[in-house]
């Protein structure tokens, strides 16, 4: 008995996404999570949003679509609309039905950059927080800060003088560029394809290459995201940002936060005492001056737990420049870098959250 390979197409077909994806799949308790989201911030999008003109593509299905691309690592958002038009998984998870047509990828781009403008990744980012708050998942009292340079969207080739006449390049696709023996600092020269990217290295001996400061406020429990901000690589902006997102924190109790050495200065010291902010950072005895952390503090339990508890906040970078593809940001500015950032930081939590809620039976 021989078996044909016969293939017919169905004229009709009665199956819908939502009947498609398996009921313990992962992406439907994010999915969950992300509607109660959207929910609330849905008054924020009328008012983005005019009742007249060219109908767009939805904010939800765009921020859906944005979350897939940084938890399934898609590089592009072409290549995300060829994965969303193939697969029902993405399908159901945008929010479109199988016979619908899949937007254009310049489309999507022009749609998202209108949401890129409103703060709305802080605004994302603050009711997944909220979400975790109620559910009982993050600290309100201990926090760990760090920061991590991201790799600007800028060739070193573009770093030139501010202030020389320059001329037309030899080769406009990778114009021949010679700097050896020339001093080069953030002074004197800037980029051309992204002024805001700053040259910095990650260490003594490292190379040097144009970035940008990524810097996170981490709660001790569960290690979840509290506080994101990007900002221009100047050497200083891991403690000036950690200072910045700590008097973001709600409540007037004390709390405390953790940090590496860098974070041991008098300054850094000074500031997070006169907010009621107890420093837990690494001791740096090889600093002028010794450690800005006496004994009073260091001898403490609590001090121990918190730089135990610190190196947790090197998971989130770790995912936020492997899986979310921020290793090298993709956008230039330092606008839409801190946007894509924040978001990032948002779709790291709901991964997270996801293993520690509690799943009915």
């Known amino acids: 008995m021989t078996c044909v390979d016969h ?113 709305v990744a802080k605004l994302f980012l603050w009711q997944v927080v909220e979400q975790a708050r109620n559910q009982g998942l993050t600290s309100d009292e201990h926090f760990t800060v760090d920061g991590t340079l991201l790799e600007a969207w800028a060739s070193v080739k573009s770093f030139q003088p501010k202030d020389e006449q320059r001329q037309p390049p030899d080769d406009p696709g990778n114009p021949t560029v010679n ?16 002024p805001e990217a700053k040259l910095a290295r990650k260490g003594q001996g490292k190379e040097a290459k144009l970035s940008y400061s990524g810097n996170l406020l981490v709660e001790n429990r569960n290690g979840l995201i509290v506080n994101a901000m990007a900002w221009e690589a100047t050497g200083t902006a891991e403690r000036d940002t950690a200072l910045l997102m700590l008097e973001q924190v709600p409540g007037d109790g004390r709390i405390t936060v953790g940090g590496d050495k860098g974070f041991d200065t008098k300054e850094f010291v000074r500031e997070c005492r006169h907010m009621k902010v107890i420093p837990h950072v690494a001791q740096n005895h090889g ?8 004994g009073r503090t260091a001898r403490h339990h609590n001090y121990q737990t918190s730089q135990r508890k610190r190196k947790c906040i090197e998971e ?15 956008h230039r500015g330092l606008v839409k870098v801190d946007w894509m950032f924040t978001f990032a930081c948002a779709a790291y939590n709901l991964a997270r959250m996801r293993n520690l809620i509690v799943q009915p039976a």
């Open 316 to 330: 989130c970078f770790g995912w936020l420049k492997t899986i979310a593809l921020l290793r090298k940001v993709r």
């Open 287 to 294: 600093r002028t001056g010794g450690s800005a952390i006496d």
């Open 7 to 119: 293939q017919q197409s169905q004229m009709f077909s009665y199956l819908s996404p939502e009947t498609r994806v398996r009921k313990a799949h992962p992406l439907r308790a994010i999915r969950t999570l992300v509607d109660k989201i959207l929910q609330a911030l849905s008054p924020e999008f009328d008012r983005m949003y005019a009742r007249e003109g060219r109908p767009s593509i939805a904010p939800e299905k765009l921020l859906r679509g944005q979350l897939l691309q940084m938890l399934y690592s898609i590089r592009s958002e072409r290549l995300l609309m060829e994965e969303i038009d193939y697969s029902v998984l993405f399908r159901w998870f945008v929010g479109l039905n199988l016979d619908e047509d899949v937007w254009d990828a310049t489309t999507f781009t022009k749609n998202r950059d209108r949401l890129l403008e409103a703060e």
């Open 179 to 194: 700097f050896h023996g020339e001093r080069r600092s953030n002074d004197t020269h800037e980029s051309t394809t992204d």
